[in-house]
């Protein structure tokens, strides 16, 4: 599937001028999450060009259009907003010529400037678009932020997740999603969670129903979005079943292709939940700082038996 983000947004966003306000951008649609400085184009190469991106006029292209023929600079701008690209930015508050303001006007492409700096300003859209257009799925569960770690709690339907939710938003962290959580893929190493606009900062409590946290609880316990690093697995004990009691190897979910950090928690009367999800938390972070409580007691035991043996 391909997610779009309109062009009025884009504008709204990255705070830009509209220099061609009679055009409607609510209506043209951005599908790429990369941009392109038009140089090669404007030099007459338009071999491989990615229409569907947004073409950013830095000092350079800036400063080659003033030294062009006039008549060939308005032909290359004519040609380039024939291709119908999303728009055309001007950073540095370049000066834009009439020519090319009365071209987009026919092609219906608007022009936009910014006063920001062009590099600083492509590596913010394209950090942004890449968070809009990122690959995306839904998935039934809570995302909680405990102690600044995205934490996924995922199982059965009345297992428990609100609740053991609830709990750790009164000891102080914050609730992302519950029962829902949009999940997006920003990069090979990142996924984002989120709530569906409908049922943000709401949490559903099977007996008593729809609770606002934010409203119960205040501002502070709640996020509108944040990293998934630890995926908590709740699951019903099972006597028969073998559960990890070293944790010396990680074992992992994946979803859109990148792989999570999982633990596979089994439901007994009387364990704290809450608890044991700000342990793993807390645990997951001094591993990646590079200390390892399993690997420090195997080390141990190897260390002793060694001693024994000489």
């Not at 071999?47 to 062009?68: C, L, P």
């Not at 119960?216 to 028969?240: M, P, R």
């Not at 070293?246 to 979910?253: I, S, V």
Request: net charge negative.
């Amino acid at each position: 599937m391909t997610y779009t983000v309109s062009l009025d947004k884009f504008i709204k966003k990255m705070g830009v001028e509209n220099c061609t306000p009679e055009i409607d951008t609510s209506k043209i649609q951005i599908s790429q999450p990369d941009i392109n400085r038009p140089a090669l184009q404007l030099a007459g190469f338009f071999d491989y060009f990615d229409s569907n991106r947004i073409q950013i006029i830095g000092h350079v292209e800036a400063t080659y259009m003033e030294k062009m023929d006039p008549e060939h600079g308005e032909k290359m701008i004519r040609k380039i907003m024939e291709f119908k690209v999303p728009c055309i930015v001007f950073c540095r508050d370049e000066k834009i010529e009439d020519h090319v303001l009365n071209s987009a006007r026919e092609y219906g492409v608007p022009i936009l400037r910014t006063p920001r700096a062009t590099s600083a300003f492509m590596a913010e859209v394209i950090r942004w678009l890449n968070v809009e257009l990122a690959p995306r799925i839904s998935i039934h569960g809570v995302l909680v932020d405990v102690f600044g770690e995205g934490v996924l709690i995922t199982g059965e339907s009345g297992i428990g997740k609100s609740e053991t939710a609830l709990e750790l938003i009164k000891r102080g962290h914050r609730l992302v999603s519950d029962d829902v959580v949009e999940i997006k893929r920003v990069s090979e190493q990142t996924l984002v969670g989120s709530a569906p606009d409908i049922t943000r900062h709401f949490i559903e409590l099977r007996g008593i129903g729809i609770i606002d946290v934010k409203t119960l609880f205040g501002v502070e316990s709640v996020k509108n979005e944040q990293g998934i690093d630890l995926c908590i697995q709740l699951e019903e004990w099972n006597k028969e079943q073998e559960y990890d009691r070293l944790g010396l190897e990680e074992k992992y979910t994946e979803y859109l292709g990148n792989k999570v950090v999982c633990h596979s928690i089994p439901i007994r009367p009387g364990r704290n939940l809450a608890i044991i999800v700000e342990s793993a938390a807390v645990n997951f972070r001094q591993k990646k700082m590079g200390y390892n409580a399993a690997q420090e007691l195997y080390n141990r035991v190897t260390s002793n038996l060694m001693k024994n043996q000489g």
